[in-house]
Nanobody, 124 residues
């Protein structure tokens, strides 16, 4: 099992930026496909982005494409989510997750390890 701890959430105005970090321990992030999910008020938990094992190919939800960037630093065993041009509808609890699959579906069930989440609030 890999342990995951998110940080970097907070309050930001619409149009602003925020960077989330996910620190892993117990295992190396290079062994997993790493993902970010979010649960907005009144919504189900949904995928935001993930970065795959091996070649590091990425996936982005249509709602964040062009605004968010997922990356990782293997030396620091940390995954990041850079969020730019934030909108009020981005307000949610954001979760870091790990999957043993090279090609997981962008669904929570395909990710077996989770952080506790960090709150992101975007004001209008």
């Amino acid at each position: 099992q890999v342990q995951l701890v998110e940080s970097g959430g907070g309050l930001v105005q619409a149009g602003g930026s925020l960077r989330l970090s996910c620190a892993a321990s117990g295992r190396t992030v290079s062994s997993y496909t790493m993902g970010w999910f979010r649960r907005a008020p009144g919504k189900e938990r949904q995928s935001v982005a993930h970065i795959r094992r091996g070649g590091g190919g990425t996936y982005y939800a249509d709602s964040v494409k062009g605004r968010f960037t997922i990356s990782k630093d293997n030396a620091k065993n940390t995954v990041y989510l850079q969020m730019d041009s934030l909108k009020p509808e981005d307000t949610a609890v954001y979760y870091c997750a790990a999957s043993s699959s090279v090609y997981p579906a962008p669904r929570p069930a395909d990710f077996g390890s989770w952080g506790q989440g960090t709150q992101v609030t975007v004001s209008s």
